[in-house]
T-cell receptor, first 111, second 115 residues
Framework: GQSLEQPSEVTAVEGAIVQINCTYQ??????LSWYQQHDGGAPTFLSY????GLEETGRFSSFLSRSDSYGYLLLQELQMKDSASYFC????????????FGAGTTVTVRA | DAGVTQSPTHLIKTRGQHVTLRCSPI?????VSWYQQVLGQGPQFIFQ???????GRGNFPDRFSARQFPNYSSELNVNALLLGDSALYLC??????????????FGNGTRLTVT
């Protein structure tokens, strides 16, 4: 199976940079995804890393290192609307198409 | 285009009852997945359907069942409800079952409370 670890909470001020780490234990997977979920809302897809390295999408970037079993999501120029929970997720190599999520990191942005 | 729609948005049931949750995927999406999200946790995989066939099942008891219809909409059924079934039930659709090239699009979920 897959096991993903993330910090439970992060607090930062507007304009700051936040890095959310995700370490995982899995026998193999296709890639690392990140989803954002606002309170009471639907998780929304942010980024996907199939290969090692950095993927940049606007203010958000995601990184993967398979050799280190590690990835992170980087939130830059934080805005109040970025206050939300962020989940890393992997799909293993089994044929059940299951996406395994971490427990999530709650990011609180303060003025 | 409309996103993934789920109904009902909220539901209160009593232990032992059964419940049916419904999901309509984004137009053109043939894959539907169901996830359970308990407060403070990440979504947990329940089922995945593609082209009306079950392609994956998570570690949930047989009280949980689902199906996908010819129009790709889906139902999740839970029988003999337990207090522990109280959660947010999320439906997600994608063009194909492989998430590595087809990210999941989630609905707003159905909040189920079992008393």
């Amino acid at each position: 199976g897959q096991s993903l670890e993330q910090p439970s909470e992060v607090t930062a001020v507007e304009g700051a940079i936040v890095q959310i780490n995700c370490t995982y234990q899995t026998s193999g997977f296709y890639g690392l995804s990140w989803y954002q979920q606002h309170d009471g809302g639907a998780p929304t897809f942010l980024s996907y890393n199939a290969l090692d390295g950095l993927e940049e999408t606007g203010r958000f970037s995601s990184f993967l290192s398979r050799s280190d079993s590690y990835g992170y999501l980087l939130l830059q120029e934080l805005q109040m609307k970025d206050s939300a929970s962020y989940f890393c997720a992997v799909r293993g190599l089994s044929n059940d198409y299951k996406l395994s999520f971490g427990a999530g990191t709650t990011v609180t942005v303060r003025a | 285009d409309a996103g993934v729609t789920q109904s009902p948005t909220h539901l209160i049931k009593t232990r032992g009852q059964h419940v049916t949750l419904r999901c309509s995927p984004i137009s053109g999406h043939k894959s539907v997945s169901w996830y359970q999200q308990v407060l403070g946790q990440g979504p947990q995989f329940i089922f995945q359907y593609y082209e009306k066939e079950e392609r994956g099942r998570g570690n949930f008891p047989d009280r949980f069942s689902a199906r996908q219809f010819p129009n790709y909409s889906s139902e999740l059924n839970v029988n003999a409800l337990l207090l522990g079934d109280s959660a947010l039930y999320l439906c997600a659709s994608s063009r194909a079952p492989d998430s590595y090239n087809s990210p999941l699009h989630f609905g707003n979920g159905t909040r189920l409370t079992v008393t």
